[in-house]
């Protein structure tokens, strides 16, 4: 076989072998500014009562709106009430707390609480 024959030979050979096409890029798309999605919980002793917690969902909604530059809406506040005697600090359980700076006179850190 001469080498021209060859060369035939695989040119048909080669036309028998399918082909895939190479891939088309994917077309570009649209810049899109990522918004954040700020997500904050709050854990404090229960005993606030309804307006105080819909006062400080709502600061803390305008806050974070405006620091991380999203809409008020896409701030979500979770508020949970946790019994004092489910609170620890400083390796006391906090209703202690409450009944040991009730028993004293003079200020006493009760986290907030009137005891």
Sequence with gaps: MSADA????????????????????????PEQKELPVPVIAVDWWKGNDRAQRQELVEELTACVSRIAGCPEEAVTVIVRDVETDHWGKGGVLADALLADAASRPGPQDTGGQQP
């Design 6 to 29: 060859a060369v035939a030979d695989a040119e048909v050979a080669d036309a028998a072998v399918p082909r895939r096409a190479p891939p088309r890029p994917a077309p570009p798309r």
